[in-house]
């Protein structure tokens, strides 16, 4: 039984990552021990019939096997992931089983696919990245570390998405298009052209609207 402690207790740990993770606990042996969460307001409190058992610094106090990071911010979910990789903890990923995913997809860890999502043949997936309920993965993609793709989020074959990028839900990007790292495409955009790393894009068709400070 691999014991997993949920590094996160907002509203994506509660309503994807831990329906998520009790969806897969039959097949795959999970046991969930509880959340930790950096809200001291929430020490003590149960979610979803979980304890709240202190700040995320406390990990090492608790018996676990393994952790996911459930936290929706992705610069937030990244400086988490990266600080326990570099401690070693072991770091699952999860799978809804209600999620179609083609038998040569290449996952990274502390990946979450939510069900209804559908990931198609050559496409390579990073470490730490959200498929979002209802999304579709076209062929050979190609999703950076970090990424969160949002419910409805269509991608056509050969999309690039790069590290930390955010894609709005609805989006839809067309084959062989390029989001550049750390960028953020708005709720329901189209995506005809390349978008550069940094910025915000919003509209059909997508255009940036600002330019962000690259930062982590």
């Excluded at 309503?15 to 042996?29: F, K, Q, S, T, Y």
């Excluded at 930790?36 to 610094?57: F, K, R, S």
């Excluded at 329901?188 to 068709?205: C, F, K, L, S």
Aim: net charge neutral.
């Amino acid at each position: 039984m691999i014991r997993v402690m949920i590094l996160g207790a907002g509203g994506h740990a509660q309503c994807v990552v831990a329906n998520l993770l009790r969806a897969c606990e039959a097949g795959a042996d999970y046991q969930l021990v509880g959340f930790l969460d950096d809200n001291t307001a929430l020490a003590g409190t149960t979610i979803m019939g979980l304890p709240v058992l202190g700040t995320i610094a406390r990990l090492d106090e608790f018996d676990h096997d393994a952790v996911i990071v459930a936290i929706g911010n992705n610069r937030a979910r990244a400086r988490i992931f990266e600080s326990v990789q570099a401690r070693g903890e072991r770091i699952v990923n999860a799978i809804h089983p209600m999620a179609v995913l083609a038998p040569d997809v290449r996952l990274g860890q502390g990946v979450m696919v939510a069900a209804g999502v559908v990931v198609n043949t050559g496409t390579v997936i990073g470490d730490n990245v959200i498929l979002s309920t209802g999304c579709t993965v076209g062929h050979h993609n190609r999703i950076g570390d970090h990424v969160h793709i949002a419910p409805g989020v269509h991608l056509g074959g050969d999309v690039t998405i790069g590290e930390g990028a955010m894609v709005g839900i609805g989006t839809a990007i067309i084959p062989q298009r390029t989001i550049g790292e750390w960028s953020v495409i708005g709720a329901g955009a189209v995506v005809t052209r390349d978008i550069p790393a940094h910025v915000t894009a919003v509209g059909v068709p997508a255009r940036v609207i600002k330019r962000h400070e690259p930062q982590r």
